[in-house]
């Protein structure tokens, strides 16, 4: 019954490098300029004596973990990226569920990321001078409930394409101006002033990396984190379940 599925991991892990592995050079490349400077920040603010809730060390961890699991923080699929070349159209004409068709694909394309980069990162991490090491094991479901919920906010970000009549480009510059900040991944709810991560943590998108990320790094307790990821999944899946399927007739593709 898993077999189909299974077989598109794996069919995805190999079109991720079908042009060779030098075409995930660019993405290594971004990912590491994007985490020296952000490395250097937190060391120099620590210098600086700056008063902030998390210790420099947590800083730099929180942020080496979200870069090095960059793709499972935030979740990105085909539905509600820019889909220039209707690859969701696609899964609509195959024998199989849209849902699992997405989810797995999707997890198939993380694995080359995972393997040649997220894997040597975490082994040179201690080289830096940086932790990696979970705080807690309820990081670890907590993870999980990040993933889940992320792909709930991209079938319910679809459902927007879709009701915009396919204007993915737009609802892709949405998307991604409202996770960046409101995930809680670029910057940690614990350092934002005026006491803005008392509420900002409780919205739906604190839920995602950022609510894992906290758990991991030892600066949120599993009962303040669990729960609520746990109930904004329940409440997201619902939504998006019920609005893909209303929403499903209106697609406008190849045409018609």
């Known amino acids: 019954m898993y077999g189909k599925y299974a077989m598109t991991v794996r069919m995805s892990a190999r079109a991720r490098t079908n042009g060779g592995l030098l075409y995930l050079v660019p993405e290594i490349f971004m990912r590491l300029v994007y985490l020296v400077p952000l490395l250097f920040i937190w060391r ?12 420099v060390s947590q800083l730099l961890s929180y942020t080496y973990i979200n870069v090095v699991a960059a793709d499972l923080m935030v979740v990105n699929t085909c539905l509600s990226a820019w889909d220039f070349d209707t690859r969701s159209m696609e899964m609509f004409t195959r024998p199989m569920s849209v849902f699992g068709q997405v989810i797995a694909r999707t997890v198939g ?6 393997v040649l980069f997220s894997v040597p990162m975490l082994l040179l991490a201690p080289f830096w001078g ?7 094991l309820w990081a670890v479901p907590s993870l999980f409930l990040s993933i ?3 792909f709930a ?3 319910l970000f679809y459902c927007v394409t879709v009701r915009l009549r396919n204007v993915s480009w737009l609802t892709y510059v ?3 101006a409202i996770v960046s900040f409101f995930s809680g991944t670029v910057i940690p709810f614990r350092i934002l002033p005026f006491g803005m991560d008392r509420w900002i943590a409780c919205q739906p998108f ?4 950022g609510a894992f990320l906290a758990l991991y790094v030892g600066s949120a307790e599993a009962a303040e984190v669990l729960p609520l990821q746990l109930f904004w999944n329940v409440i997201m899946w619902a939504a998006a379940i019920c609005w893909f399927w209303r929403s499903r007739e209106r697609m406008v593709s190849f045409g018609g």
Do not use: D, N, Q
């Open 44 to 55: 120099v603010l620590a210098e600086s004596g700056a008063e902030v809730e998390m210790s």
């Open 109 to 114: 394309e993380w694995m080359p990321m995972l």
């Open 130 to 136: 940086i932790g990696v090491l979970p705080r807690t």
């Open 148 to 150: 889940s919920l992320g």
């Open 153 to 155: 906010f991209e079938f």
């Open 174 to 176: 949405i998307r991604s």
């Open 206 to 209: 604190g839920s995602l990396g």
